[in-house]
């Protein structure tokens, strides 16, 4: 897929700031663009991004003026966050016209492999086991009946696949993880762009999961592919039953996540976290390493000093927390 400027500004009714004719192949987010990327940028808290992008182009609200040189092209639009929904829709529409047609699959006994997949030498694979085209499955892995995975997967050697997990096409799984039952990794991230009669529109989320080796995952713990770019949990990552990874969301190294948590879109969290049972992550803010969140405990905004222990909604120091308690709970019987 290769697109100009122009051709984009052309379908959403927008004009070019810069040089029209600059070649788009892909879009990806505004702190990770490159050349031949197209970003886009609606939220202020990303202005920053906007004057050391790499993209190509980049969609703007009519409104937006740079307060620096920007070497990208820029297409403003009316709605930024609307025009990117109709975009990434656009996108998706050229790869499947250009995806070529015909996988048949082939049945062997009580399986279904697509064409061009690859299993490694020692996979087992268990009754009604689905695989997608393009394909590849590594050395020694236990895939369980009644798991499906689409297309153009790919997972690493003796990784572990429990009966009904689900993995979507274009998601990248390490080696030696465990996914346990009815997990589903690569569902849509929660994307919708508001419209001015009141109802909303699916933002197409043309990103994928990333999971690095020696990650666990429970069951029926859900992690969302990304809009643009990659949902990432990084090596040793632990995440129990019914946790909700966000898209776009970065969970650091050997961080583990207790039952019924959950963060929330473009959250970062650092390595070696540890979080108690039913805690969030507010989106879009970044925790920092060995933070320690205690059960029920909300985080609703940067934590930036590393090896903190919080507790509460919102989350502060658990200290300050109980010191406060204490106090609450003194007014009351005042009363």
Request: hydrophobic share 35%; proline share 3%; glycine share 10%.
């Amino acid at each position: 897929m290769e697109v100009t400027a122009r051709e984009i500004a052309r379908r959403l009714n927008g004009e070019t700031v810069g040089d029209p004719d600059v070649k788009v192949t892909s879009a990806a987010r505004i702190e990770y663009g490159k050349p031949g990327d197209i970003c886009f940028f609606a939220n202020p808290k990303y202005e920053r991004y906007v004057y050391c992008s790499k993209a190509s182009a980049i969609l703007v609200n009519r409104s937006f003026e740079p307060a620096q040189p920007i070497s990208a092209t820029l297409i403003k639009v009316d709605d930024a966050y609307q025009a990117v929904a109709e975009l990434l829709s656009w996108f998706q529409s050229l790869k499947k016209n250009r995806r070529k047609r015909g996988f048949m699959s082939r049945i062997f006994g009580r399986h279904r492999i697509g064409r061009r997949t690859r299993i490694g030498k020692g996979t087992w694979l268990g009754d009604y086991v689905t695989i997608g085209a393009g394909c590849t499955i590594g050395r020694g892995c236990t895939i369980y009946p009644n798991v499906s995975i689409a297309d153009n997967v790919t997972i690493g050697d003796d990784t572990v696949l429990y009966s009904g997990a689900r993995v979507y096409s274009d998601c990248i799984i390490g080696s030696r993880c465990i996914l346990h039952s009815n997990c589903v990794i690569g569902s849509d991230g929660f994307g919708f762009a508001p419209q001015d009669d009141g109802s909303y529109k699916k933002i197409p989320q043309t990103g994928n999961v990333v999971i690095e080796d020696d990650v666990e995952i429970g069951a029926c713990t859900t992690v969302d592919r990304a809009t643009m770019g990659s949902t990432i949990l990084r090596t040793g990552v632990k995440l129990d039953n019914l946790c909700q990874i966000a898209h776009n969301v970065e969970v650091g190294a050997h961080t583990v996540m207790a039952a019924e948590s959950g963060a929330a879109g473009s959250a970062k969290i650092g390595k070696y976290c540890t979080f108690g049972g039913k805690t969030m992550v507010v989106g879009h803010i970044s925790v920092a390493d060995h933070t320690t969140l205690a059960a029920d405990s909300v985080i609703t905004k940067t934590i930036r000093k590393s090896g903190q222990t919080l507790m509460g909604y919102p989350a502060m120091d658990a200290d300050l927390y109980k010191k406060a308690l204490i106090k609450f709970r003194q007014s009351g019987q005042e009363e």
